[in-house]
């Protein structure tokens, strides 16, 4: 009873910006930590940002300085603001929430994981 979806890739060019979005829906009753993860051309899923549901931040390496990730806890949703995108930030973006969600009587933590979508830069 819980969805995940991301929305915002697109194709771009070098230097340009990107504001991905992914919200969570359903019998929520709270989102633990929310995370983004990209999957590169024949690379493995790996995790670009993370945040906690106070707003603790961390991120990848590659991606400090120019990536931010921020939440929106009344609307069960988490961004991530790319900036100067590099064609090596090329991949699938999958959004990931650690959920407590119900299910009849019951209360369920489960990871749930989005569709993805596509951001491709271009040279």
Do not use: H
Request: glycine share 10%; proline share 2%.
């Amino acid at each position: 009873q819980v969805q995940v979806v991301e929305s915002g890739g697109d194709l771009v060019q070098a230097g340009g910006s990107l504001r991905l979005s992914c919200a969570v829906s359903g019998s929520i009753v709270s989102i633990n930590a929310m995370n983004w993860y990209r999957q590169g051309p024949g690379k493995e899923r790996d995790v670009v940002a993370t945040i906690t549901r106070a707003g603790t931040t961390n991120y990848a390496d590659s991606v400090k300085g120019r990536f931010t990730i921020s939440r929106d806890n009344a609307k069960n949703t988490v961004y991530l603001q790319m900036n100067s995108l590099k064609p090596e930030d090329t991949g699938v973006y999958y959004c990931n929430a650690d959920v407590w969600y119900t299910e009849g009587r019951n209360r369920l933590l489960r990871n749930y994981w989005g569709q993805g979508t596509q951001v491709t830069v271009s040279p």
